[in-house]
């Protein structure tokens, strides 16, 4: 038995070994690599694309500080619980207790049979209940953060291409992306942005008087139930050419549509797609929506990212004649 014990310990301690052995011939690597003469020819060969890189990375965050995404007021259910106190004097084991709810602002607290109503018909209570009314102020509040979701959709996926070419660039052994991806992007100089987009989440929330079920339906305001939203409200309300009634007319199809028509080009600075294959193009209001613009093929128009940037809320001049598009 005690040689037994003996081989045992000897298998572990060359176990132990061969695994520290192993990592540290993986960091020499690794420093090996990130030293190398062929690395630093390529990180000075993509110095610019790095820095464009960062600039759409400050420019995410720049969304996402700036933009809107929320809407209604939020459900009241247990707005007051803070002003009472509860105690659970039961002697039963529950799973959970229905009495310690979550209250906020994106969570209605309800019956089983809203929960499965509000998933059958999803707008339709997210309207009832988190008081999304049929208003054109309110309309206005949903395009504006529907905007704002098509912007940060449009940056992420433009940024993760940029990522996705500069591995393709520099070709990384495959052990440098497994395990030392973060250090990867640190040694380019690259500012890795949040890939997430912060779609606001709607919850209808059931939990059974015994405390051991529950159900829940979940609407996220993406771009395609922003749209549907849109539509709806737009149908409620009897508008004519009202800035909230205008911004209505804004769809990522709509969107897609102007930057075919203008060439994938900014009508601004004139970097195209062609010349650039990631550049982010984003469409504009030539005469902005707050000041009586529609969107209308004719008031709309392609801009990069810079330059839309810095627009700000000015009147811009007629479409120029050599970007002039035919009526759609």
């Not at 060359?14 to 030293?35: D, E, G, H, P, S």
């Not at 007051?80 to 959970?96: C, G, I, K």
């Not at 996220?220 to 922003?226: A, C, E, F, K, S």
Request: contains cysteine.
């Amino acid at each position: 038995m005690g040689t037994g014990l003996l081989i045992l310990q000897w298998v572990l301690a060359l176990a132990i070994f061969v695994t520290l052995l192993y990592f540290i011939i993986r960091i020499i690597l690794k420093n090996m690599y990130f030293t190398s003469e062929h690395f630093q020819t390529l990180k000075a060969n993509v110095t610019v694309v790095v820095a464009e890189h960062n600039e759409i990375a400050e420019y995410i965050e720049q969304i996402r500080a700036q933009g809107s995404f929320e809407l209604g007021q939020g459900s009241s259910s247990g707005q007051y619980a803070h002003l009472a106190s509860f105690e659970n004097t039961s002697h039963w084991n529950y799973r959970r207790d229905r009495n310690v709810a979550e209250y906020a602002p994106h969570i209605h607290n309800a019956s089983l049979q809203i929960v499965r109503s509000a998933s059958a018909e999803p707008l339709k209570y997210l309207m009832k209940y988190f008081s999304i009314s049929a208003e054109k102020e309110t309309l206005a509040d949903v395009q504006q953060v529907a905007n704002d979701i098509a912007r940060l959709e449009g940056a992420v996926a433009n940024i993760q291409g940029r990522e996705s070419d500069l591995i393709q660039q520099i070709d990384p052994p495959s052990f440098i992306l497994k395990h030392y991806r973060t250090e990867f992007w640190d040694e380019l100089g690259i500012e890795l942005a949040p890939i997430a987009v912060p779609y606001p989440q709607y919850e209808f929330r059931y939990v059974s008087a015994g405390g051991n079920s529950s159900q829940r339906t979940r609407v996220q305001l993406n771009t395609p139930t922003l749209e549907a939203l849109s539509s709806i409200l737009a149908e409620k309300i009897r508008w004519g050419k009202s800035a909230a009634a205008q911004r209505a007319l804004m769809t990522a199809r709509l969107r897609e549509t102007i930057k075919r028509r203008d060439n994938y080009t900014c009508r601004y600075c004139h970097v195209s797609v062609a010349r650039e294959p990631h550049l982010l193009l984003e469409v504009d209001h030539i005469t902005p929506v707050v000041r009586g613009g529609l969107s209308t093929p004719e008031n709309l128009q392609t801009l990069c990212w810079r330059c839309n940037r810095t627009k700000g809320a000015k009147v811009d001049s007629p479409m120029s004649p050599q970007l002039q598009a035919p009526e759609l």
